[in-house]
Every structure is written in C-alpha cells, then in structure tokens.
Nanobody
C-alpha cells in the first residue's frame, strides 16, 4: 500500500519561507505526475503546484512566482519550496498524484499532511 508522509510545515511570519517534503513509499513516483495540494479551514482542497514526470511544473496563480515544486525520483521524494509566504497560504499541505494527469488513475491514500501557518 502506498504511504505518503509530508513534513516541513510550521509557523512562519509573513514574508518567510518553508520547504515541504513528501516521502512516498510503496510505489515509485518516477512515472507519475505529482502535485501539492492544500486545504484551508472551511475550504475545499485545491492544487497549488504540479510537476510532470519530466519535471515540467505548473502553478496556481495564487502561488506563481513564490512556490517551486521539485522531485527527486531516486529518493522517491517531492518538495515544495515556499517563499514570500502570505497569511492566505495558511493551510494543511498534502502531496499526491496530479489529478489532471491523463494517467491519474485515482489518488493514493492521503497522508496526514503538514500544517503551514503564516502570521501577519
């Protein structure tokens, strides 16, 4: 069974930075399009960054220019570098397969996520 473990979240002041990591076990990520998602209280989960199997990335408008997604297939890890954080970035962040990929095939079981809190 695939297991996703996110880490790296925390409390940071506006303008600060965090680097999130996601370790995937039970499945190789190399052939999968991957993504970072977030869910704020009272809101639906949304994707913020996507990365193809050849490392082409796309971003939600709300994070473009501030977040960078990357992957290390050899270590089966996904990363999200978040700079210039804003209070509206406060959410629980999750990694999973990219649901816009033609080969999506459904989500893996969600991990516990990592909480990011940005204070103003």
């Amino acid at each position: 069974q695939v297991q996703l473990v996110e880490s790296g979240g925390g409390l940071v002041s506006a303008g600060g930075s965090l680097r999130l990591s996601c370790v995937v076990s039970g499945e190789f990520i190399s052939g999968n399009y991957m993504a970072w998602y977030r869910q704020a209280p009272g809101k639906q989960r949304e994707s913020v960054a996507r990365i193809s199997s050849d490392s082409t990335s796309t971003y939600a408008d709300s994070v473009k220019g501030r977040f960078t997604i990357s992957r290390d297939n050899a270590k089966n890890r996904l990363f999200l570098q978040m700079n210039s954080l804003k209070p509206e970035d406060t959410a629980v962040y999750y990694c999973n397969k990219d649901n816009l990929s033609v080969n999506w095939g459904g989500y893996w079981r969600w991990g516990q996520g990592t909480q990011v809190t940005v204070s103003s």
